[in-house]
């Protein structure tokens, strides 16, 4: 089975740095992606990883490592519009099945 | 805007009714995909289609139909629906099957089956 866990809520302050952690057990691992979905809106893409590591894309970065079953993604500079929720979801042997985890939303606050 | 549009926007339908949700893509890509996002729930996985042939079925009850009549279209079948099936219903869209890509998501529609 699949199984991905992420906080539930989380609360920052604007301007500060924050970390999204994401574990997941699934039966196999072919890449990561996190999602950033606004309330009422359509989830976007920020980020993919497949191999261990960071992947710095502006102000988000995003890392994994498979032997832990383990990535976060990482929120730097935070802004107010940065208040949504952050899915963390995993392709697993099943190529064409994204699982998702429940989401984690994110409070900014001034 | 994401290229993923979705009709309609609300929708409130009886458990007897018949009705279908619409989705298009204007991105060119050749794989679809519905979710279901129910509250407190995570985001789940309900079909995919790639070519127009279904490849996922993600043991989704027979009351949901799906139908992809072509690369950027996609619709799902409603009837004899449960309370429970209210939910925001997504459609996305990917260039390729969704390991390797990501996903362009729709903005919903909003079904409450009462």
């Known amino acids: 089975g699949q199984n991905i866990d992420q906080p539930t809520e989380m609360t920052a302050t604007e301007g500060a740095i924050v970390q999204i952690n994401c574990t997941y057990q699934t039966s196999g691992f072919n890449g990561l992606f996190w999602y950033q979905q606004h309330a009422g809106e359509a989830p976007t893409f920020l980020s993919y990883?497949?191999?261990?590591g960071l992947e710095e894309k502006g102000r988000f970065s995003s890392f994994l490592s498979r032997s832990k079953g383990y990535s976060y993604l990482l929120l730097k500079e935070l802004q107010m519009k940065d208040s949504a929720s952050y899915l963390c979801a995993v392709i697993g042997n099943a190529g064409n099945m994204l699982t998702f985890g429940g989401g984690t939303r994110l409070m900014v606050k001034p | 805007e994401t290229g993923v549009t979705q009709t309609p926007r609300h929708l409130v339908m009886g458990m007897t009714n018949k009705k279908s949700l619409k989705c298009e893509q204007h991105l060119g890509h050749n794989a679809m995909y519905w979710y279901k996002q129910s509250a407190k729930k995570p985001l789940e996985l309900m079909f995919v289609y790639n070519f127009k042939e279904q490849t996922e079925n993600n043991s989704v009850p027979s009351r949901f139909s799906p139908e992809c009549p072509n690369s950027s279209h996609l619709f799902l079948h409603l009837h004899t629906l449960q309370p429970e099936d209210s939910a925001l219903y997504l459609c996305?869209?990917?260039?390729?099957?969704?390991?390797?890509?990501?996903?362009?998501f729709g903005p919903g529609t909003r079904l409450t089956v009462t």
């Open positions: 990883n497949v191999l261990d």
């Open positions: 996305a869209s990917s260039q390729g099957l969704a390991g390797y890509y990501e996903q362009y």
